[in-house]
């Protein structure tokens, strides 16, 4: 009886805050930094990898809740260029990740009409990695509902660097010329060229940083950051994130 109250309770919660936000007013681009699962494993007392296990769990809620409230574009922080630092049993795991969560989230993807997409130096992944990622992006293709884009081996240096060296050759061989590089042209070489921009930033853990995270993208997305460890991270969390993000002003440089 009373676990049934607690449950009707929380129901209640996450149904009156969801009535906070402005259905017009959805972010449409929500980029999140998955952080904290190291620090919620060893609060537990359980191997990091445990918190990993944890946080892919979560992905589902948020790409769900996310979907319901009408975002467009999910942006997962999943595994910088940086990562590869880790121990190698952790990147091993981390790398695995994917497929365990692909081999056992698409058919509930496909029914959702979600759009698997990626962004980062997919070649530098392992076989496995890869073979499972390309097969979603490849049955999820003519999707046309959420697209839920998974930042894989990414970093925005990188990336930033690949734009220009592009854009050099082009320059080079008389394709454009150097007057005509703008902000149209390096967005185009972007790994996110399809995108619009991320409206709302969310970095879980207290970390206050960006770790080399779409740092041209972010220009004028608003940041939301919480103490709370990813793996903790639920549906009313991403409706308060959306919240916050509706009571600011976006002013793009203007007054
Ligand atoms: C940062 O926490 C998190 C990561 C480096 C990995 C994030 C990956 C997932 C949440 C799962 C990915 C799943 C799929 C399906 C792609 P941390 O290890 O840096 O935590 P810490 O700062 O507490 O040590």
Redesign the pocket.
């Known amino acids: 009886m009373l676990e049934k109250l607690t449950k009707w309770k929380s129901a209640m919660t996450s149904e009156q805050k969801s009535k906070d936000i402005d259905d017009i007013n959805v972010p449409k681009h929500i980029a999140i930094i ?7 494993a ?1 609060q537990k007392g359980l191997p ?1 990898v445990a ?2 296990h944890e ?2 769990k ?2 589902n809620k948020v790409v769900r809740k996310a979907d319901e409230l009408g975002v467009e574009i999910l942006t ?5 260029t940086e ?1 590869w630092k880790r121990p190698k049993t952790e990147v091993d795991y ?1 790398l695995r ?2 497929e ?3 081999n056992k989230e698409l058919p509930t993807l496909m029914e959702k009409n979600v759009k698997v997409r990626l962004m980062g130096s997919v070649d530098g992944l392992p076989d496995h990695t890869k073979k499972a990622v390309l097969k979603a992006v490849e049955d999820t293709e003519a999707n046309t509902g959420l697209v839920l884009n ?1 930042a ?1 081996n990414y970093g925005s240096r990188f990336e930033l660097i690949t734009a220009v060296k592009e854009i050099a050759k082009q320059v080079e061989e008389g394709v454009i010329s150097a007057t005509e590089v703008d902000e149209s042209v390096l967005t185009s070489h972007l790994m996110t060229a399809e995108l619009r921009d991320p409206d709302l930033l969310i970095r879980t ?1 207290g ?1 206050l940083r960006l770790s080399n995270f779409m740092l041209w993208q972010l220009a004028y997305s608003e940041f939301w950051f919480t103490d709370v ?2 793996p903790d991270f639920n549906e009313q969390h991403l409706v308060e994130a959306i919240a916050v993000y509706q009571k600011r002003a976006r002013r793009y440089g203007g007054v």
């Open positions: 998955m952080d904290g699962n190291g620090r919620w060893k990091r918190g990993h946080g892919m979560v992905i997962l922080y999943a595994f910088s990562n981390l990740l994917p365990r969560f692909l998974f894989l853990s970390e460890l990813w």
